[in-house]
Each structure stands twice: as C-alpha cells, then as structure tokens.
C-alpha cells in the first residue's frame, strides 16, 4: 500500500469515527444559536456558558477540516476542499455547517429509488428543507445585529422572518430593511439565494409538465394506433 492509499484509509477511519459525533454537534449548533438570539433575556451566566458551547462546536469544525486535509495525499488537497464546500466554508462561517445535516435526506426509502418521479420528489423537498434552513438562518442572523441599532425596523423574530420570507421570493415590500451593514451584507446573500431557489423550482416544474404532456401525448398516438377491439358478443 503507498502512502497516499494509506492517507485515505486513515481519512476515511476519522470521517467513520467522527461523522455521528458532528451531525449531532450540527444540529446542536443550530438549536443552542437559536436559543442565543431569540432569548435576549437569558441570564449572563447560562449566556456565557451557550457561547462557550457554539465555540467548542466550531472549533470541532475547524479541527475536523484541518486533519482531514492533512490526511489527504499532497496532490489531492485541493480537489478535497472543493468537492467538499460546505466542510470548508463551516471552518469560517459555522452557521453553514447545520445545512450538511440535509443530504441526508437520501436515506429515506422513497427517495433511493432511482426512477424520475423519486429523483424529482428528492429535488423538491431538498430544495425546500434547504430554502426554510437558509431563510430562518438569515433571519436569525439580521435580527442579532438589527435589533438593537438605532433606526432599526426589524426588531423581533417575526419581523425578521417576514423580512426574509420577502426578500427571498424576490417580493421586496419595502416595509422591513436592514441598516447595518452586515445586516445588508446578509440581505444580498439572502437575494442571491433566492433568484437560485426560483431558477431550481421553475426548472424542475417545467421539466414536471413536459413529462406529464410527453406520457399524455404517446398515451394519445398509442391509443389512436391500437383502437380498442370489440368482443364478438358486442358485435
């Protein structure tokens, strides 16, 4: 075995050994920033004590990307990081990281099948789980750095979710906006992600329809080419 063989089998032995263990730091890190930002009246203590948890947490990220990298072969290290995105950029912004816990979504019965309509049906629901993550994600991050800023018009959890709820179908009222700069920097995020979300829906209900008109339209030409034969009784 060379040593790049050897590499990837010990890189695999840590993703084995630690891929339970962050899914469930993943979803800790999402419930215990939730709980940070829609519970400003927490006690200093238990405050303290939910920061250093999501600090622990996001070290484990920054750890598990570092070993996995160096335990890949020289040559392959940068081919790792690209094909593997959403483990790199969690290193920097931890808030991408919970977004990993939906490729899981595979798993479910329905969705292994390989025929179109359970490969349409993992599209739909994954792009939704996606798009209800992404936007409750913003929405927590704008009202963490809006809601105390003078002149703020999002200054509660709804507003928030209202905010993004427009922002991402591209609606854009008007009647919340975020003044902060990285509440704005969030807000283009948030538009940029919702002309992708539109584009993906549109493309997979147009490709829906063209199906259902194809099956509808050799069912026709079948049924014209073999009409249906009568029994000699109804003859």
């Not at 570092?66 to 290290?77: A, D, E, F, K, W």
Request: charge should be positive; charged fraction near 15%.
């Amino acid at each position: 075995m060379t040593s790049n063989d050897e590499d990837a089998s010990r890189r695999q032995r840590w993703e084995g050994r630690t891929r339970n263990p962050l899914l469930f730091g993943s979803a800790f890190f999402l419930l215990a920033y939730s709980v940070l930002i829609l519970v400003p009246q927490m006690a200093v203590m238990w405050r303290v004590v939910v920061i250093a948890a999501l600090s622990i947490v996001w070290a484990a990220y920054i750890i598990d990307l570092l070993v996995r990298v160096s335990l890949t072969p020289r040559g392959q290290r940068s081919e790792f990081i690209r094909t593997h995105p959403a483990d790199t950029a969690s290193a920097f912004i931890p808030w991408v990281r919970p977004f990993t816990l939906l490729k899981y979504l595979s798993r479910i019965p329905w969705f292994s099948n390989a025929n179109g309509d359970s490969i349409r049906s993992r599209m739909v629901v994954a792009a939704l789980a996606y798009t209800i993550l992404f936007v409750y994600v913003i929405a927590l991050g704008v009202l963490a750095v809006e809601r105390n800023t003078p002149d703020a018009t999002i200054v509660s959890f709804g507003d928030a979710i209202w905010w993004a709820c427009v922002t991402v179908t591209t609606v854009g009222y008007g009647d919340f906006s975020p003044v902060t700069v990285i509440g704005r920097t969030l807000g283009v995020v948030l538009m940029a992600g919702g002309v992708a979300i539109i584009g993906t829906a549109s493309a997979t209900i147009v490709s829906l329809l063209n199906e259902r008109i194809g099956r509808a339209r050799q069912q026709h030409l079948a049924s014209q080419v073999d009409p249906p034969t009568t029994s000699s009784a109804e003859t």
